[in-house]
């Protein structure tokens, strides 16, 4: 619903009485007042306040004015949408349902689709953010017309088509503090009366946010997009894409504790500046360490625990092609995808507090095609299938110095078929049923060979024979639905879905090494408005999701090959919860100079029950929030060893990136000074309250409820072929939290933050 607020270049033009109907494709925009957004999240193109499924769209020109240049900036416009950096990786939460990611096993719970081709990696959501023609966030689980599986949602980057009846492009250069650049520039070449060209690409940079040089940026992206239009009936579109990620990559602080004295978050000291690690080897100092580590205070002195360094890096590319084939039929239009995407992953993280190591080399292949209806007829129609297959060979590898090692090679080879189809049918002019189903097959092989070491045996030994095992799912999710025309302008939609997320493989020991797949009911109640005279639209929405089996990932034990436990990432069916609330998004244009909007959502989240057990190699309890029920023994056929589990029950407490509130407010004012030229002036502001970062409850690791605000003026020709603009992000310099976990072993709590306060100049050029 958000739609750009410097332009109303996709405003339609269509009689005031028009009626929502059944033909979803027709806009609902006058000449003047609100633009219209076209979306895609049903897998047709159809106008945003038609889609009776709960969604969110930022225009294009939206992206560009708010500075979104990466995934996890998508989050300060979409109050629903919450972004966890996590070292090379990116995991993504909506409405409290996500996944974190940790390591090369991880999958994401809201689907990543760029061009309508699903992303499997977490580690290759880079890249792609220039430009676009909008992104569409869908909340709730997609289980019937998108192309994989996910229980919470979709995130939709639609990049700009080749056009075939004109020369047009663009230019945008930006010059901002921490020495940042971006340039980036489109040029859309018709060749003949029936093909296009559209190449378009990207140079970002800038310095690390942090004292110790991490959280910059070092990018290069390519794209090339090639239309051809032989009849009226039959298009081919061909996209391919490249991007080559450099730098530094994300880096971690010290977050205020009770153990020990940290630099302030306001000072953005990174842990491996000297100021960090001072701190941390004095706080080592005070620690009780096994005799092989030195005896008491001997853990970092002794090499047994490392602290950061400024070692880390990102060398990172991914490679995408494909296409998208639609032929008229007449009675139905068939579209016809195949992609392919390529990604090699080289980095090295310090982002948990110790040194991370990921190389992944992960292809995927991915095959759709949909027959959809034409005409008005009371029964319209979408039917398809879907193919998905990906190679993933990897080595990751985690040391927290010679007390701790884990090596392990995830080779992992995942299949997904699906049948899907969604029937729409006119029970009256005003009134339609919707019905949809899709069963889904999937099938996960894997051979991992792993090692952990660590004094006082051998710190870095030898990897041990692979261990193979394969798993397969399969599931029939369900949509049913009503939509009604309330009145010229006004749809009212109430539907009940469901959707589920395959279960996989973590790294341990056959046979305790696999989770199941997570199922989530969604029922929605909702509303979207326009009224007087096109000029104040109101979109209501209720929602209930019921979630079982939630997979969730966790730093805690794992049978290794030798038998015996050590630290690392596993994943359990260990959680089922309860999201209700409401969301409400409104855009008000009194006049043709003012814009303001406002979306709200309240989100009740609680885990009903919660259970997981906290690792310690040294046997010391380990800080939670939650309630420890008791403790065991570990490794207790091996002499000497201290190392247990503590059982704790996080029941109760609120989901895990589900603020109870979140505002999003904006204005911007329109001066023309002349016929030909005016002044814009924009302010953005997130408000969000409380929430926790993790499943594991400590205090330190909640981020409080803040304030961060943007703002910009823009000079523009009222065609918008020249732009200058002034811009501050983040007003109020907050430090925001945007991931928290456990430093393990010394059991202190570390964090990933937002961006600072970014200021600077930007200056765009289209013809």
Not at 232 to 257: E, H, I, R, T
Not at 403 to 421: I, Q
Not at 451 to 463: D, E, M, Q, W
Not at 466 to 475: E, N, V, Y
Request: glycine residues 10%.
């Amino acid at each position: 619903m958000l739609a750009s607020l410097a332009t109303q270049a996709q405003a339609a033009d269509v009689a005031a009485d028009q009626e929502i109907s059944a033909d979803a494709t027709a806009p609902i925009a006058e000449d003047t007042g609100i633009a219209d957004i076209v979306v895609t999240a049903q897998r047709r193109e159809e106008s945003l306040q038609r889609a009776a499924v709960p969604v969110t769209a930022v225009s294009g020109d939206s992206l560009i004015t708010f500075g979104v240049t990466a995934v996890a900036d998508i989050q300060k416009l979409v109050p629903a949408l919450k972004i966890a950096p996590t070292g090379g990786t990116t995991s993504l939460f909506l409405r409290g349902v996500g996944t974190n990611s940790q390591n090369s096993f991880s999958e994401n719970a809201v689907a990543f689709n760029f061009n309508g081709v699903y992303v499997a990696r977490p580690t290759a959501l880079a890249g792609v953010f220039y430009d676009l023609e909008r992104v569409e966030v869908v909340k709730g689980p997609q289980g019937t017309l998108y192309g994989r599986n996910a229980t919470g949602g979709a995130l939709n980057v639609v990049p700009r088509k080749p056009q075939l009846d004109t020369v047009s492009g663009s230019f945008m250069g930006e010059l901002s503090n921490y020495n940042g650049r971006n340039v980036n520039a489109a040029l859309n070449v018709p060749l003949g009366g029936s093909a296009a060209l559209r190449v378009a690409g990207q140079l970002i940079a800038h310095d690390g946010y942090l004292s110790d040089g991490y959280d910059d940026e070092d990018g290069k992206a390519l794209r090339a997009s090639l239309l051809v239009k032989p009849s009226n009936d039959v298009s081919v579109l061909l996209v391919g894409d490249y991007f080559d990620q450099g730098g530094k990559g994300a880096g971690g602080v010290l977050l205020p504790n009770s153990a020990f004295a940290v630099p302030p978050l306001a000072d953005r000291v990174g842990f491996a500046s000297p100021r960090a690690t001072d701190a941390i080897r004095a706080f080592a100092a005070t620690r009780f360490a096994p005799p092989f580590c030195g005896g008491a205070g001997g853990f970092v002195t002794s090499g047994c625990i490392d602290v950061p360094q400024t070692t880390g890096f990102m060398d990172n590319q991914t490679y995408g092609i494909s296409g998208t084939i639609e032929a008229n039929l007449g009675f139905a239009t068939l579209t016809v995808q195949p992609a392919y995407r390529k990604s090699d992953i080289n980095y090295v993280t310090w982002l948990p507090g110790f040194r991370g190591e990921v190389q992944e080399n992960a292809k995927q292949f991915s095959f759709e095609t949909r027959l959809a209806s034409n005409g008005t007829g009371p029964l319209t129609y979408q039917l398809g299938i879907f193919y998905f297959s990906e190679d993933l060979a990897s080595l990751n590898f985690f040391r927290q110095g010679d007390l701790s090692t884990t090596r392990f090679t995830p080779n992992v080879n995942t299949k997904s078929y699906a049948g899907f189809g969604q029937l729409t049918y006119a029970l009256t002019d005003s009134l339609r049923v919707v019905l949809g189903g899709r069963y889904t097959k999937e099938s996960k092989d894997q051979s991992t060979a792993s090692v952990s070491g660590g004094r006082p045996g051998p710190v870095n030994p030898a990897l041990g024979a692979p261990a193979s095992g394969s798993l397969d799912f399969d599931k029939f999710t369900w949509k049913a639905g009503l939509e009604w025309n309330a009145g010229p302008a006004s749809l009212v939609y109430a539907n009940v879905a469901t959707g589920f997320k395959s279960g996989g493989f973590f790294v341990a020991a056959p046979p305790a090494n696999t989770y199941a797949p997570e199922l989530l009911t969604a029922y929605t109640l909702g509303t979207k408005n326009r009224f007087f005279g096109n000029t104040l639209q109101v979109n209501l929405e209720a929602f209930y999701w019921d979630y079982k089996d939630q997979q969730i990932t966790f730093v805690g034990g794992i049978l290794t090959g030798n038998g015996i436990f050590a630290q690392g990432s596993r994943t359990e069916n260990a959680g089922k919860s309860r999201m209700y609330g409401l969301e409400l998004e409104t855009l008000w244009q009194p006049t043709t100079n003012d814009r303001l909007n406002l979306n709200v959502q309240y989100l009740n989240g609680k885990y009903n029950s919660l259970r997981t057990a906290n690792f310690s190699g040294t046997g010391a309890p380990v800080a939670t929030g939650c309630t420890v029920l008791g403790s065991r023994l570990a490794n207790p056929t091996v002499a000497g060893n201290t190392a247990r589990f503590y059982d704790i029950d996080c029941s109760g407490k609120p989901a895990v990136n589900a603020p109870r509130w979140s505002i999003n407010a904006g204005y911007e004012h329109a001066f023309p000074v002349s016929d030909s030229v005016r002044i814009l002036v924009g302010a953005r502001t997130t408000i969000e309250s409380s929430r926790f970062l993790n499943a594991n409850f400590r205090p330190e690791e909640q981020q409080g409820s803040y304030m961060m605000s943007d703002a910009y003026l823009t000079g523009e020709f009222a065609d918008g072929t020249v732009t200058a603009t002034l811009f501050v992000n983040n007003i109020e310099n907050e430090t925001v939290l945007q991931r928290a976990g456990t430093r393990p072993v010394l059991d202190f709590p570390v964090g990933k933050l937002a961006p600072p306060r970014v200021w600077g100049f930007r200056v765009g050029y289209r013809f």
